[in-house]
């Protein structure tokens, strides 16, 4: 079981990012799917989840209202939208899954699936 991720890149403040994470080996679609980031220095935290059962989002406050979690199902890919970015977005983004959403979806060590190898993201201010 695996999950893949998009590239590393750079985008100036104020601009659209998308990230990709595309699983090998099993369908997404059976799984609720978290997005995290970690910033230099800090922990990893969540930002953005999608339920398995009934396809519910759910975000963070840092970024509501700017990102948007979406599945593709004929891609087998669970995608972030990123608007209006900020400098203090700059980091390593992560993908994880499980059976469903955790008690505590924020909190990185209570997904217990597979994780994807992370994508490096900076915004230029």
């Known amino acids: 079981l695996q999950l893949v991720q998009s590239g590393e890149t750079l985008v100036q403040s104020g601009g659209s990012l998308k990230l990709s994470c595309t699983a090998s080996?099993?369908?997404?679609?059976?799984?609720?799917v978290g997005w995290f980031r970690q910033a230099p220095g800090k922990e990893r935290e969540g930002v953005a989840c999608?339920?398995?059962?009934?396809?519910?989002?759910h975000y963070a406050d840092s970024v509501k209202g700017r990102f948007t979690i979406s599945r593709d199902t004929a891609k087998n890919t669970v995608y972030l939208q990123m608007n209006s970015l900020k400098p203090e977005d700059t980091a390593v983004y992560f993908c994880?899954?499980?059976?469903?959403?955790?008690?505590?979806?924020?909190?990185?060590?209570?997904?217990?699936?597979?994780w994807g190898q992370g994508t490096r993201v900076t915004v230029s201010s």
């Open positions: 999608v339920s398995s059962s009934d396809g519910s989002t």
């Open positions: 994880a899954v499980d059976t469903k959403v955790p008690v505590n979806p924020w909190l990185s060590e209570y997904w217990l699936g597979a």
């Open positions: 080996g099993f369908t997404l679609d059976y799984y609720a």
